[in-house]
């Protein structure tokens, strides 16, 4: 298959944060630059964005191998037809899951100009322009996703998502609000929105509001780690212990500990820099 070629995706927007509030990555519904994804790194089970939001595991999570089978299957229909918005719609969901992210944003935008208002292809545009970093541009579509008339709370959640990554957090968080006005309780979008309140140093109401995302059954693993990141913060080690252990397997819950712990002492290395340097003058 030939697809013509993106322009390069533009370098992300970079600010000065904590360090271990870095970037939210896979962890949010929609992701955006491939920074280190300091409150989403703790968990180790493989989870595609491509596949679910970030709130709620998905039954159907695919292994990129399998992806990549998916993509390569639906080459020759999407050939045949690139304008097809199912064909479209799948084919570049199956190209996100094995990584192929720049792809899928060339389908997607091919289709959405064939079909400018199937706010469907628009949703899945946006997200994907979001995954490549291109995050105005993702803003500027998902805002075509949907009318303040027809308001869709994915969209909602997406476009806070992307908010977020832009440092624009009570900006973001305003939108998690409607979208919950919409889906109270959402398990994704209560992720989000408690992402939102760490990524702004609102470290109570993040707790507060993974809690309830972590709750729900069949609540996406990664919310339990980011709530364990959230409480350790706070200085609870041990109880931040505890959750990253909860529901995992020996293996992998020693794993979580272990990152956790290292994502504390980062936290930490500041302050001991400072402390050092005072002892010094």
């Keep these: 298959m030939t ?7 533009p370098r992300c927007r970079r600010r000065n944060r904590p360090a271990v509030l870095g970037a939210l990555g896979v962890a949010l519904a929609v992701t955006g630059c491939q920074s280190p994804n300091i409150l989403a790194s703790i968990g180790t089970r493989n989870a595609t964005s491509a596949a679910a939001p970030a709130g709620t595991s998905s039954t159907a999570a695919k292994s990129q191998a399998e992806w990549r089978r998916e993509a390569e299957a639906l ?3 999407y050939r045949a037809d690139p304008h097809d918005p199912q064909t479209a719609l799948a084919y570049a969901q199956a190209l996100r899951g094995s990584g192929q992210r720049t792809q899928a944003v060339s389908v997607l935008e091919q289709a959405s100009l064939a079909e400018p208002n199937d706010t469907a292809l628009l ?4 997200r994907a322009l979001a995954d490549v970093g291109r995050l105005d541009q993702a803003l500027e579509v998902l805002g075509r996703a949907h009318t303040p008339e027809q308001p869709d709370w994915r969209i909602l959640s997406a476009q806070g998502a992307v908010l977020d990554q832009l440092g624009r957090h009570q900006e973001a968080q305003r939108y998690y609000a409607s979208a919950l006005k919409i889906r109270p309780d959402d398990p994704s979008v209560l992720s989000n929105l408690g992402l939102s309140y760490a990524l702004a140093k ?6 507060a509001t993974l809690r309830r995302a972590a709750a729900f059954p069949g609540a996406d693993p990664r919310v339990r780690q980011n709530l364990a ?3 350790g913060l706070q200085g609870r080690r041990v109880e931040a212990e505890g959750i990253a252990r909860a529901d995992l397997p020996s293996e992998e819950a020693a794993a979580n500990v272990a990152n956790l712990r290292q994502l504390l002492e980062q936290q930490d290395e500041p302050k001991t820099n400072r402390a050092n340097q005072a002892r010094r003058t």
């Excluded at 609102?202 to 707790?207: C, G, I, P, V, Y």
């Design 3 to 9: 697809l013509s070629q993106p322009t390069a995706a």
């Design 75 to 77: 080459n020759e229909r």
């Design 123 to 126: 949703g899945a545009y946006g």
């Design 202 to 207: 609102d470290l109570k109401n993040a707790e």
């Design 229 to 231: 990141l959230v409480v």
